[in-house]
């Protein structure tokens, strides 16, 4: 086993060799960097090398790599799950629709109270019967149209 001045000595000779190439030698070009880590090793009683350092720029790119996949991966997923949601204007002009409709449904159901008190003389006439009919109908779609808002009011977060 070598000692560190013979360490030192070796290096020194070998930087000489790489300096008397030139500055565009490939043995030099091919060491660069690498004679400074052997002299951090001498310094530092380390054992760095270039190797494991291109290594670890191997495995962190390809931990790169993966996760730029992954990166795209959830923005699809996010792209075709913003198809699916509603926006703000969009609910709100449904919330106008509704609302609108349960306004028709109520002066549905008026008038057609109406026109229960107007044929009561007649419960069992055709008149009468339609008007309770349409009452009830009114109704019940008044009352679905209400809750519809109610939900998308909640959905909105308002009350």
Excluded: W
């Amino acid at each position: 086993m070598s000692t560190k001045e013979e360490e030192i000595k070796a290096l020194a000779k070998i930087k000489k060799i790489v300096a008397d190439l030139g500055e565009n030698s490939y043995v030099g070009t091919a060491l660069d960097g690498a004679l400074s880590l052997a002299e951090e090793n001498i310094d530092c009683d380390a054992a760095f090398s270039s190797r494991y350092y291109q290594d670890e720029l191997l495995k962190a790119e390809a931990a790169l790599k993966a996760a730029e996949e992954k990166n795209a991966e959830l923005v699809r997923a996010y792209e075709q799950i913003s198809k699916k949601v509603l926006s703000h204007d969009d609910l709100e002009a449904i919330k106008k629709l509704v609302a609108n409709y349960s306004s028709s449904f109520l002066q549905e159901l008026t008038n057609a109270a109406e026109r229960v008190v107007d044929y009561a003389d007649d419960p069992t006439g055709i008149p009468f019967r339609n008007a309770v009919q349409d009452h009830r109908r009114a109704k019940q779609l008044m009352t679905q149209t209400d809750e519809l808002l109610k939900r998308l009011c909640v959905i909105s977060d308002e009350d």
